[in-house]
Each structure stands twice: as structure tokens, then as C-alpha cells.
């Protein structure tokens, strides 16, 4: 059975920066694209960051600059490295991990999903 586990989350005041993690259990997804999401209360659920099977990555505009993605496959375990955090950056963060190798945006295409992180960025 696969597992996907955040953590990391937490609350920090606007300008500081979080590194979230993503441990991976039940097969190796070293080849296959994965990603982050977030979901603010009342909003729908929505695209952070893409790293794919290769290590090609993209990111939501609105994070570009701001964050990293990057993945150890060794380890088995993503990372969201997120600097010079804003308000507008709160909410639980979802790590996901697809069965094919390119990257995607798209929450539909993604097959595994871990229980999510809360992030809060306070003014």
C-alpha cells in the first residue's frame, strides 16, 4: 500500500521560510513525476509546484522566486523549500505522486495523496 507523508507545516510570520517534506513508503516513485498542492479554507485545492521523473520542474506563478522543489530519490522523499512567505500562502499543503514521469498540474492526474500539512502565515 502506498503512503504519502507530509510535514514540515507549521505557523511563521510573513518573510520567514518553511521546508515541507514528502516521505514516500510502499513503492519507489523515484521515476515518476510528483507535486504539491495547497487548499486555503473555502478555496479549491490548487497547483504549487511539479518536479517530474527527471527532475524538471514548474511552478504556480504565484510562488515562482520563492519556492523550491526538489526530490531525493534515495531517500524516497520531495521537498518544498518556501521562502519569503506571505499571508496569502496559508493553508494545508498535499504532496501527490503520479504513476507516470511527466510533470503535471493538474490535481486529476495525480494518483497517491498524503494527508496534507497546515501552513499559516501570519502579517
Known amino acids: 500500500q502506498v503512503h504519502l507523508v507530509e510535514s514540515g507545516g507549521g505557523l511563521v510570520q510573513a518573510g520567514d521560510s518553511l521546508r515541507l517534506s514528502c516521505a514516500a513508503s510502499?513503492?519507489?516513485?523515484?521515476?515518476?513525476?510528483m507535486g504539491w498542492f495547497r487548499q486555503a479554507p473555502e478555496k479549491e485545492r490548487e497547483f504549487v509546484a511539479t518536479i517530474s521523473g527527471s527532475g524538471g520542474t514548474s511552478y504556480a506563478d504565484s510562488v515562482k522566486g520563492r519556492f523550491a522543489i526538489s526530490r531525493d530519490n534515495a531517500k524516497n522523499t520531495m521537498y518544498l523549500q518556501m521562502n519569503s512567505l506571505k499571508p496569502e500562502d496559508t493553508g494545508v499543503y498535499y504532496c501527490a505522486a503520479r504513476r507516470y514521469s511527466t510533470a503535471s498540474g493538474s490535481p486529476e492526474t495525480y494518483d497517491y495523496w498524503g494527508q496534507g500539512t497546515q501552513v499559516t502565515v501570519s502579517t
Open positions: 510502499g513503492r519507489t516513485f523515484s521515476g515518476a513525476a
